[in-house]
């Protein structure tokens, strides 16, 4: 196994490291067109439109926020977890105890599998080969997302980095299409973002490093009642835009 | 001057088919109480509170043992208020419950009220034995009638055979991470309620939820119920909800033997 990681995320690890290409795959791995499934899902976005909880881009700030800063903390830190090396079987229970929505953990296995196909065809890698044989379902995709990265030659802060970004990137083209919400105005909630993006992923980061010798119940378990119980009613509805 | 006090319950199955206390010892703001079971075979401890609390600084633990086939009912006797206190510290309330192989704990408090200007860092930390049973209610208010939310940070971990079983954590209040208010966390919402069972309920008839409530079955096994309720008058409403909820899913169970 590649071992890649450093002290505690920065924003210099996160952009410099010494294996070529690798700024380039995490470019790659964070675009939206990477074609790992990504774009089916609006991160719950679609059932806070629905009851009115985001109507607008101050709205959609709000709504990110939450969702960086609980869910996009939890899946950061198992991504940076599996990149620095720690079990991947016991960062996926880790990440069952952590969502504890049946729609959610669905969600999260379907495109964990989805990214387990892409990631494979990308950077073939033995860590990648042998998750997908115990897990043949689909893994948590943070944690695939972590070996993904660590198939790339990336560093734990890089992983944690494209986990929180995508955390909140996903609700904010979802809410695009939702609400008919002007793309340049999504983009600067995310522009505004950037810097709690960065400081949850150095959070994440940190949070995996300690968990290297205090074990998997040292990540963060920040929860979000909104986003857990709108999901379990979202994935009855007979019709929607979003898988999620 | 702050308080650190640790309070000890230890429950063991009795040679008559009930449930003996060897343990009860109270301490500090943390008096227990050994009061009328519900149920044949079980006992039943109420925590009374001596004082109000915890103030900030203080640092509070109830530890909870259920032996091998005993079971055990914890209530308490009114609301936990989170108050500020003269020292402008954390308090800490940490709780750690430990049921044995075919025991059973219900853990039922009253809510825990995070009054305004105070900071708590709660923990609940439950080891289950391979079929123990768990009943778990976890009940936070944002403020008392009228005021705006103290800090709370509340971390639930529980695991069954080593293996975890659910692991969250709210925070909401000053100083909590941004967001705690908005759409996607809280919203206008002023109390949180949780209800774990474990095992969970066999599936039953689909049963109607009251609104801002799910039902969930957890991927090691166990129910969690969860509900949000819009005013900090909350044992009228989410508690209830909750309530009706248990109900319910006993119901369920009752029906499906």
Known sequence: MTETDTETGTDADTAGTSIPGALTALLLLSDGRFPAGGHAHSGGAEAAVADGRIRDAAGLADFCRGRLHTAGL????LAAAATAGLDPLALDAAADARTPSAALRSVSRRLGRQLMRAARATWPSAGLDALAAARPRGAHQPVVLGLTAQAAGLPPSAAAH???YESVSGPATAAVRLLSLDPFHAAAVLARLAPQIDATARTAASAAHRARTHGVSALPAASAPLLEISAEDHAAWPVRLFAS | MSVTAAARIGAARDRYGGTALPVLAGAGPLALRRTRAARRGEARVTVVGAMSGPLGGDRLRIEVDVAAGARLTVDSAAATVSLPGRERRQARYDVRLTVGEDAELRWLPEPVIAARGSDLRMTTRVHLAPGARLVLREELVLGRHGEEAGHLTSRLTVEQAGRPLLDQELAFGPGAAPGWDGPAVLGPYRGVGQLLLVP????????PLPPLTSRT??????VLLMSLAPRTAFAQSAAAE??????????AAALTG
């Open chain 1, 162 to 164: 494209a986990a929180a």
């Open chain 2, 242 to 251: 909750v309530a009706a909820a248990e109900a319910a899913a006993a119901e």
């Open chain 2, 200 to 207: 969970g309920p066999t599936p039953g008839p689909a049963l």
């Open chain 2, 217 to 222: 079955a957890l991927a090691g096994g166990g």
């Open chain 1, 74 to 77: 939890v899946a950061a830190a």
